[in-house]
C-alpha cells in the first residue's frame, strides 16, 4: 500500500512537485494534498486539496512523507526547525529524467528535490533537503550543502563546495574549485 505524501507549499514548485509525483516511479506513495499557510483548507489545487497549514501537520500523528516545496532557504529552514521532532518521512524525490553517471559515488541525502533534466557525473553530494530545479548540472567533486537551492540552468563545475542555505540563481555558473560561503545569495556566475 502506498505511504500518504503530503507537499508543503502549494505554489508554482509545490503543483511541478505534485506533477513530478504522478509518475509512476513514484507509486510507493500517494499525495493526500498540499500543507499551505496562505490558503484555506479544502482549496483545491490541481485536483489535490490543501488539507491544513503548518500548525494542523505538527498536530498529525499519522506518519506521512513530507517533501518541502518551498524555493526560499530562509524559509525552508524556519518549516525544517518546526518539523525537526517529528516522526515524518523525508523521501529524496528524483525526478525519472535525472541522469546520474555513477550511482556509487553520488550521494543525495534525505529531503532533496532533484527536477526533470538534472545531471551529476560522480563523486557529488548533495546534503539533506537540497533543492535542485530544472536542468541543474552538477560535475565531479561538487559538494552542496544542506538546504541549498540552485534554480534552473546552475551549472556547477569540478571541485565547488556550496554552503548551507545557499541560493544560487537561474543559469548561474560557479567554476571550479569555487568556495560558496553558508546562507549566500548568488544571482550572476562566479568564475
Known amino acids: 500500500m502506498p505511504s500518504p505524501l503530503l507537499i508543503i507549499g502549494a505554489g508554482g514548485v509545490g503543483r511541478e512537485i505534485a506533477a513530478t509525483l504522478r509518475n509512476n516511479a513514484f507509486s510507493a506513495y500517494s499525495v493526500k494534498g498540499f500543507v ?3 490558503l484555506a483548507a479544502g482549496t483545491l489545487v490541481h485536483s489535490l486539496p490543501v488539507v491544513g497549514n503548518l500548525d494542523w501537520l505538527l498536530q498529525q500523528a499519522e506518519p506521512y512523507a513530507v517533501v518541502i516545496a518551498i ?11 518546526q ?3 517529528c516522526t515524518f518521512e523525508f523521501p529524496a524525490i528524483i525526478h525519472p529524467n535525472v541522469r546520474i553517471h555513477d550511482t556509487d559515488r553520488v ?20 546534503e539533506a533537503f537540497c533543492f535542485l530545479n530544472t536542468a541543474c548540472t552538477l560535475q565531479h567533486d561538487t559538494y552542496v550543502e544542506r538546504n541549498s537551492v540552485l534554480m534552473p540552468g546552475v551549472r556547477i563545475t569540478g571541485g565547488a563546495r556550496i554552503g548551507t542555505g545557499t541560493y544560487i540563481a537561474a543559469n548561474c555558473v560557479i567554476t571550479t574549485s569555487a568556495t560558496v560561503a553558508p546562507h549566500s545569495v548568488i544571482t550572476r556566475s562566479i568564475r
Do not use: M, V
Open 36 to 38: 499551505d499557510d496562505g
Open 71 to 81: 524555493g526560499n532557504p530562509k524559509i525552508r529552514a524556519a518549516i525544517l526547525e
Open 83 to 85: 518539523l525537526q521532532d
Open 107 to 126: 550521494h543525495i541525502g534525505p529531503g532533496c528535490y532533484l527536477a526533470d533534466g538534472c545531471i551529476l557525473t560522480t563523486d557529488i553530494t548533495l
